[in-house]
């Protein structure tokens, strides 16, 4: 192997081995989220919960651990494994409040905590929500092609 | 068996879904605001043309949990509120439906930020 072909082999080495290992956490790690909502549904339901109310009980408490671990810090340090495993479930959209809350209070209760929670995850609420406002145009003018 | 596919369904759908973003953020640059932008539309997309609700049926969490179930809540909303309160339901049946996820990271993320202290920048 010569200097050059050794050298093209290092770089697809080193481009390749971090986005296959990213993307394996990724896996394991978002995966084991999904899972676990899974379990915590089944307990609730254990509890005597009702099975719509346990759902919304689910994304609330993933919400509420999502944020304790963002206050602890360990939040960081399981997205920096996990990336986008962390990032795709609700506890990344958790995460993008509490982070920027927590991090910017400095700044005051009402410009730095109060107005920066929603910098990372507000575009996330406008273009849901119209696109939501889209959706219904459609199904409101169109409702029976549009059942979802 | 089929206790072990309850829990196999969503982990192996959930992780499928975070490894298409982790390909989008490790190939692409897209920040993950984009991402998660991208998630929540596309679920509601999904959801508006009736092939997110199917996937739920098959990998309940896999597919409730990620940001794409996210926009099926405000999909849902907005239909559930247009079937009863008709056009009205446009405008506020996408808040409606997603307004557990919002009220609770709005609750929690204030009281967590009254209590912890952010990383000095």
Redesign the interface.
């Given at each position: 192997m010569n200097k050059e072909n050794y050298k093209k082999y290092v770089s697809m080495r080193a481009e390749k081995s971090?986005?296959f290992k990213?993307?394996l956490f990724?896996?394991?790690?978002?995966?084991?989220?999904?899972?676990f909502?899974?379990?915590l549904?089944d307990l609730y339901v254990l509890l005597g919960i009702p099975n719509d109310a346990a759902?919304?009980l689910?994304?609330?408490t993933?919400?509420?651990i999502a944020?304790?671990l963002?206050?602890?810090g360990t939040f960081d340090k399981i997205a920096k494994v996990g990336?986008?495993?962390t990032?795709?479930?609700?506890t990344?959209?958790?995460n993008?409040?509490?982070s920027p809350?927590?991090?910017?209070?400095?700044e005051g209760f009402v410009l730095g905590?109060g107005s920066k929670?929603f910098i990372?995850?507000g575009?996330?609420?406008v273009?849901?929500?119209v696109?939501?406002?889209i959706?219904?145009?459609?199904?409101?003018f169109w409702?029976g092609a549009?059942?979802? | 068996m089929e206790i072990l596919w309850k829990y196999a369904a969503p982990f192996i759908f959930g992780g499928f879904l975070c490894v298409i973003a982790q390909i989008f953020i490790d190939k692409t640059r897209l920040t993950p605001a984009r991402i998660l932008v991208s998630y929540v539309v596309t679920g509601v997309f999904l959801s508006a043309i009736g092939v997110f609700e199917p996937l739920i049926d098959i990998f309940g969490f896999g597919a409730k949990t990620p940001l794409l179930g996210f926009g099926y809540i405000l999909a849902k909303g907005t239909r559930e509120a247009i079937d009863n309160y008709g056009a009205m339901g446009i405008v506020t049946g996408g808040i409606g439906g997603a307004a557990f996820g919002i009220g609770a990271a709005i609750i929690f993320g204030y009281v967590f930020a009254l209590l912890f202290k952010g990383k000095s920048k």
């Open positions: 971090p986005v990213n993307c990724a896996f394991l790690i978002g995966g084991a989220i999904c899972s909502s899974q379990l549904c759902s919304i689910v994304s609330v993933l919400i509420f944020g304790l963002t206050g602890i990336g986008a495993g990032l795709v479930p609700i990344g959209f958790a993008a409040v509490v809350a927590i991090d910017n209070k400095a905590l929670m990372i995850a575009p996330v609420l273009y849901g929500t696109a939501s406002a959706y219904g145009v459609f199904y409101y409702g549009f059942s979802l | -």
